[in-house]
């Protein structure tokens, strides 16, 4: 996946915006086997793609995808575990894991990462008063590890699709960060949801997700966030999707 190119000055706010939804409708296209899965994600992509109520105004928000490996990529500045970060809107700046994110989306999330983002044409991120930043990044050296981008994307949207849920609804607001591979926290959620999209779409996902995902499919938080978040994407107006049985899947009925 090609990091998206910076759009010329010259371009009026129109062709700027018209742009920007050309290019969330190609990514979600490509998101698909990965969030048909996961609506706490697809709640998540949702809340960029539409938008959230800021005050008196309803403002969208952004996906940035920046560089992992190369002269210029983050692997060679930063640690290699960083790989992506969900910077919410001041509407949930006041998360229930996080408490420092919007002051931390202000400040460029450190000056060795904004840096490296203007060195890749990133120049700034949105500011938290007009809506929420997903960053994620791309453009691994590993063949194998083809749509790891995607299943960190994955993880930021279900992060933010989390926040709307305990700002908003008052739910899992006792959830604790945890850590990866750890059950019952938000993190080890994360593995499960990205081992899920390994084992229901066949998509790629880091060592360990799919086993951990299957240890865990049964789990009462998992079912209860999985339908709170289908519910909030029924109030959205986003349509429910639906499985097909495997007798409909032989008959040709779904492809």
């Known amino acids: ?48 793609e539409r ?3 800021i005050g008196d105004e309803r403002s969208g928000g952004e996906i940035l995808a920046g560089l992992a490996g190369g002269p210029q990529g983050m692997d060679r500045y930063i640690e290699k575990d960083y790989r992506g970060q969900m910077f919410p809107s001041s509407r949930y700046k ?8 919007a002051e931390a989306k202000n400040k460029g999330f450190g000056s060795y990462t904004s840096q490296v983002l203007r060195f890749q044409g990133i120049e700034s991120l949105l500011p938290p008063s007009k809506g929420s930043t997903v960053y994620y990044e791309t453009g691994f050296d590993d063949p194998n590890q083809r749509g790891y981008d995607l299943s960190i994307l994955l993880e930021e949207l279900a992060h933010l699709g989390m926040r709307k849920l305990q ?15 750890q059950p019952d926290t938000e993190e080890g959620l994360m593995d ?3 081992g899920r999209a390994e084992a229901e779409a066949g998509v790629y996902s880091a060592p360990g997700n799919r ?3 299957i240890s865990q499919k049964s789990s009462p938080l998992l079912k209860g966030i999985d339908q709170a978040a289908l519910k909030e994407l029924g109030m959205r107006g986003v349509p429910v999707q639906v499985k097909p049985k495997t007798s409909e899947k032989l008959m040709g009925l779904f492809k």
């Open 167 to 181: 700002t908003d609804n008052s739910e899992f607001t006792d959830l604790p960060v945890g850590r990866t591979m």
């Open 94 to 101: 006041k998360g229930f894991t996080t408490t420092e994110d």
């Open 211 to 213: 086993d951990f995902y």
């Open 192 to 194: 499960v949801m990205q």
């Open 51 to 53: 938008g959230e109520q």
């Open 1 to 48: 996946m090609e990091v998206p190119k910076r759009k010329p000055k010259t371009q009026n706010k129109t062709q700027q915006q018209m742009g920007e939804q050309l290019g969330l409708l190609e990514l979600r296209a490509e998101l698909e086997p990965y969030l048909k899965d996961n609506p706490l994600a697809r709640l998540g992509f949702d809340m960029i």
